[in-house]
């Protein structure tokens, strides 16, 4: 029986060809892979026997770094039995230009990823700025600075990375270029939880593909009662066309973006909104621009920071159709309108939610949760998001929306003044990953109330300062080489 894409993964008795799935399969597509550090690597290929050896090794049965997701469950289930830790996380990614390089016709169909992200095409659908003022090693304009691969690299601490990341250089040879690389370092809030540079719990509503995952946590206190973030297979994986048995040998498209935050301009556009809006609740204003308060709680939920137990993912915005409580601009509402956006059914909503695996970037002489700190000491560059995510589609442009994610959640939501569908006034971009000229927009003046007023859009706090589309292979099309 082929493995059925179209369903949740139920790993107690899993198939035969499931289980080939997973043996064949890169860790952290289907579950996260718990890190605070990463080392990210971008590599360049000039010599197209040197580079197959180089990924084969990496892959390699015996003494290889990259493992599949079958090993790296075991080790999940492991540590939460005794506390052992496992081994580093190294994935292993190739652009389309890097499949050229290593001589491999049969590459993966999407049309996105075939143009990567640096081409006038993508950068129009995106909304992108010139590739010019992109920080210099995602530029890509000699065939010597292309980016042909990735390897990232990840573990709970420091020197677990850079042993994994020795190992990784070990094998490359004197053709195989280090063209750029990006270290990752989590952000925690006083409770330990992660958090992104602005201050507000990252990471959450995120799809599930395990029926295990989803049972967990519908008997947590957050529950799957109102919001079920189970989703098919077919969400995140697709068959490897290069691998050697397709049918249980699949990967993953990769999205990395590297998106500075400019710390300073955000808090001060919070405070600035609070005052316009003449509010005394700052951290609602913040949370009317995120669409949560910094502990995680959904604003739709509640008027107040802390005012109950954060709900982190199940809810939706059956409770406020008008935006009287969460704006329809607002940043997770904008970019999971959870049946709310007004365009499609349900069904097809949900299909356009990737697998988000990012990382925060950049070292703080602040602390970022201490709200006694001065707007004026907060960083306005050298800090961010590494945003990596995994797909089973990235593009639209060609063969309609229905499924397609990464770019569509861009352009379509994030970067769309007139999405979600609703009253006038048009809410206008994401105020956070929005690109694009930004129209004013509305706010409930009180919430929960139909009063309203209409602001300057606040400033936009983040840069996106490169990126590219990679494809994560099947272990087998690696050891293949």
Sequence with gaps: MPVNLNELLTLAGAT??????????????????????????FLNFADQAEARAFLAALAATTNGLTKSAAIHFAELAQFHATGAPGTPYVGVGLSATGYAAIGVNSTPADTSFGRGMTSAASRSILGDPPV???????????????????????????????????????????SITLVAEETGLAQRNAAGEGIEHFGYIDGRS?????????????????????????????????????APDPTVHFGSYFVFRKLEQNVRRFRQSEHDLAVTLGITDSDRAGAMIVGRFRDGTPLTLQRADGAADPIMNNFTYDSDVNGDKCPFHGHIRKTNPRGSGGAELLPDERRHLMTRRGQTYGNRTDVPFDETVPITARPTDGVGL????????????????????????????????????????????????????????????????SDRSVVPAIAQAVRMRGGEYFFMPSLPFLRGL
């Design 132 to 174: 010019s003022v992109w920080e210099q090693p995602f530029r890509q304009l000699t065939a010597q600075t292309r980016i042909h691969a990735v390897i990232a690299i990840g573990d709970a601490t420091d020197a677990a990375v850079s042993t994994a990341r020795d190992a990784v250089l070990s094998l490359m040879t004197d």
């Design 206 to 242: 995120q799809p599930l593909f395990i029926t295990e995952d989803v049972t967990n946590e519908q008997d947590s206190t957050d529950g799957t009662n109102v919001w079920n973030p189970g989703a098919g297979l077919a969400q995140v994986v697709v068959p490897d066309p290069a």
């Design 16 to 41: 035969a060809a499931e289980q080939a799935m997973l043996d064949n399969l890169q860790a952290n597509i289907l579950r996260p892979h718990v890190r605070d550090h990463m080392s990210i690597l």
């Design 386 to 449: 590494l945003f990596m995510a995994f797909n089973s589609k990235i593009n639209f442009d060609v063969d309609g929306a229905p499924g397609a994610q990464f770019d569509f959640t861009q352009a379509v939501w994030a970067n769309n003044p007139g999405f979600p569908v609703g009253p006038p006034p048009p809410p206008g971009l994401d105020p956070v990953i929005g690109q694009g000229a930004r129209p004013g927009q509305s706010y409930p003046l009180t919430w929960g109330e």
